[in-house]
């Protein structure tokens, strides 16, 4: 019942109980009564009728006014409370209970303010907390992440479903280095985020290194495990995997909710060790041949002096034969794995200029010598151990000086076949060769900083040599390290940073959750994996001979672009690009010859795609493109495919446009260049990204509710 | 009577200082340059004793040394495995399958002569 309609009921009763009681007593009293006393009283009664009626209306009105003042006060005053209450607990946290009304509502409202303001001081405390327990575990994982991406070595780390959840620059470099056929032109897609690592390491192996470290922690022992992995291209990798321990409240062993996979390459080092063994080989097998003969030869001369002289002739010949074969052996054995025969210091490759420089720098600091540096080959890479090396040199300019107090000492830089030179000039007297012999026999030393070892056992580790030698002309002399030259595994790419904003996106820990990779359409739109991609063609005629000549694609994995994982590959359309489309995608005649064609990149962009959603905008032609290929190349694009035109347009049923452009506009995105197809790629995972919550208010959540839904847009039902 | 012996390798510059050492020390000698023919002259020539070099092309001295060893006919046949292969693993394959006796280049003609005259009964 309404608060109204209580108050009439209370004013009707407030009514009966002032005139019933008399009304009732007045009908017993009348009924008791004779003829004679009824008429007497009416007439007693009808005489004072007015009186009593005013006095009881006067009552009843008082009686009125008393009732609705109370009602107003706390009836309706409480109701107000209530709903400022309710104000309070939802929308507006700052508001208060005004106070005002009898004492007892005062008193109430006062608590009420009071327990929302102790509320107020609980709910600061506790979000400030959250916040700050947000920010140290973001700070670490940014640390984490930090730390991972400087690592020299590939670390990567995956859940139990093999998916990658992190990985770091080494490892994307290996990988990519690794990556031969169609991936090789993408830039080595096979590493990602949501990637499964099983495209790159053997999974029956993973699997076996996984059981093996349950039952090393079941056992209590080191949860690790090695093991060695072929890759398609036939590359050695050597892989440690330890446990990433969930962590469990509960006593007893941790569960493993994933693992960290360090990867080396090893081809190299053991190609090395197999051309020494093979160097091994042919010095000591080889030889057993070959002595044999002669030693058979010889043992026959000495022990049968009177032969015919043809056949001592023979015998003679074929010690000759055998000792110039052997000689010849030995020549090629030296040649051919002197970098295997060569110590076995560890020797990191090193730009030489980078030796020079650090050379510089020292001999700078420690012994105010000004330097300078002549022919300097800078890109020349040595194997070196920097430390000791740098440190001869400095030891020897420090001799130098004590001795010949030159003005000034150059470096220079040459390469001749597998030997690098590195020269330390001065201008001076000549010395004695037997004072360059003291000098390399002497532990070396700096200033008060001395060194265990001799410049000999530093040239000595580095396979290589040193001497004096006078340029006469020039009135100067230097001394040359000969040092080995290397090939430097992997090169860093210059433009790595540059790309994207912020720090690579090369982890997510939320990975850690996912589950299953097939496709499932009744998903959440944040929870897939998609690839956005973008076409730029030669016309927009597929069917009238139009090509593709640029493919752009991105990677948002649980909600995130991730702009550090892209395929960016021009194709060669073999056929004319149309002059008026030029101005339009910026591609020229030049950037697309020689480069693959699209049977070539079409695998590789596949591969790129799997197990991904595809989003494109107007979809419907970049799919055009691609299904228009499907009979030459065989690659099938099966997966769904979502269209950011159609999305928008199923959010916004009522704007006039859902070209790209006004899209990002509408939504607020700002971005940089368009028109190149990893740009509007880009710029298309922006826009989905934005979408899927916009979708999710109009409750179309799954892939499956946002491709019915597409489906039913006006759009959807003009065919391309 | 002369007891004969086969001379088995590839190598023509030790086969020359076998030859004739071996006819030296009187005995009647015949050569093969491969495994092939090895088996030939084995069933042509009857030797007594072969030596048998291990690295030969077309057919190894394992796999010659197996194939006589598979035929009765040849079980008096004494087997002297002459080769590079030096290692252990090599010396146990080579008397394993029925060698019945390896020695590794380079050796002495003079313990090799004494070698082969034990072991045919010749003192």
Known sequence: MKAKHRLIVAVIVLGLLMTGPFVVTSLLVWLDMKEAERTMLTELLLSRLPVGTMMTLFGFVLGVGVLHKLFKQYVEGLLRMAETLRLMLGANRNFRVTIEGPPEVQQLAQAANDLAEQRDVLMDDVDAQIATAKASVEEEKNRLAALMSELAQAVVVCNLDGRILLYNNRARLQFKALSQGPTSVAGGALIGLGRSIFSILEKSQVDHAEEVIRQRLSSGKTPISNFITTTRGGQLLRAQMVPVLAASGEEGEAAMSGYVLTVENITRSIEEEERRDQALHSLTQGSRSSIANIRAAVANLLDYPDMEPELRERFLRVIDDEVAKRSQVIDQTMSQFSDAIKTRWPLEDILGIDIVAAAQRRIDDKLKLPTKTEEIDDALWIKADSFSLVFALVSLASKLQDHYEPRELRFRLTSAGKLAYLDLIWAGPAMSSETFYTWEMESMQIGSESSPLSLRDVIDRHGGEIWYEREKAAHRAFFRFVLPVAVPEIESEPDERSRGKGRPEYYDFDLFKFEDKTIDLDRKLSDLTYTVFDTETTGLEPSNGDEIIQIGAARIVNNRLLRQETFNQIVDPECPLKPESIPIHGITEDMVRGKPNIDVILPAFHEFCEDTVLIAHNAAFDMRFLQLKEERTGIRFTQPVLDTLLLSAVVHPNQESHKLDVILERLGITIGTRHNALEDALATGEVFLKLVKLLEDKGIVTVRQALEAAEKTYFARVKY | ?123
């Open chain 2, 1 to 123: 009577m002369t007891k004969k012996i086969l001379i088995v390798d590839d190598e023509p510059n030790i086969v020359i200082s076998l030859e004739f050492l071996m006819k030296k020390e009187g005995f009647s000698v015949a050569v093969a340059s491969d495994g092939d023919e090895a088996l030939t002259k084995v069933a042509s020539f009857a030797p007594d004793l072969i030596l048998l070099d291990v690295m030969m092309p077309k057919k190894s001295g394992f796999e010659v040394c197996e194939a006589l060893r598979a035929d009765p006919a040849n079980a008096g046949l004494l087997i002297v495995m002459l080769t590079a292969k030096g290692r252990d693993t090599e010396v146990a394959k080579g008397l394993a399958i029925g060698a019945d006796a390896y020695i590794t280049k380079p050796f002495s003609t003079k313990d090799l002569v004494a070698r082969v005259k034990t072991m045919l009964g010749i003192v």
